[in-house]
């Protein structure tokens, strides 16, 4: 006989529920195979409906979806409690403090007022909101100022272009020379 024992267990499906998934890496060969599978799978259960039956699984994904994205819309700041509010701005604060100083405005020769952050320059679209000066051409960023306008209250600077160059003349209006 020998010293070594072979059990051989038979789990079945039902009971592998119980135990919990190992997570893997979206970069990993194990969930790349994982997800072509899945994905081979739902093609094959979806070619083998029939017209109506795909008109209603759109119907009941399409209420999903749109149920889902209800529940998911941003809140004001003021729909919060006031707690919550004080805890946010007083992050805010901390994550825009080093932008604070890097803000200025400036006139441009045509008198118009434009807010100059790192090199870029932003146009004013409410009274508190900028937008960089070339949102027209598909630029992202923003800054919202508080009411007095002396700090950034929130500062995207994801830019899709480079910043402009700005002269300042002997009048003290700045002139666009590039960008």
């Known amino acids: ?82 707690d919550k509010q004080l805890k946010l701005r007083a992050q805010w604060n901390r994550n825009t403090k080093k932008y604070r100083q890097k803000m200025k405005f400036i006139k441009l020769s045509d008198n118009r007022r434009v807010l100059m952050a790192e090199g870029y320059t932003f146009a004013q679209t409410t009274p508190r909101h900028y937008y960089c000066s070339k949102k027209a051409k598909g630029c992202k960023a923003k800054i919202f100022l508080n009411k007095d306008e002396t700090e950034m209250i929130l500062y995207n600077n994801e830019h899709n272009h480079n910043a402009p160059i700005y002269k300042l003349t002997n009048k003290g209006f700045y002139v666009k020379i590039a960008g």
């Open 1 to 82: 006989m020998s010293p070594y024992c072979s059990v051989t267990v038979n789990i079945e499906k039902s009971d592998m529920k119980n135990y919990p998934k190992k997570k893997l890496d979206k970069s990993s060969p194990a969930y790349i195979r994982q997800r072509q599978i899945a994905n081979a799978r739902k093609r094959v259960y979806l070619d083998k409906l029939t017209p109506e039956q795909r008109e209603i699984k759109k119907a009941k994904d399409r209420e999903y979806y749109y149920k889902k994205k209800n529940t998911m819309q941003r809140r004001s700041i003021y729909d919060l409690p006031e």
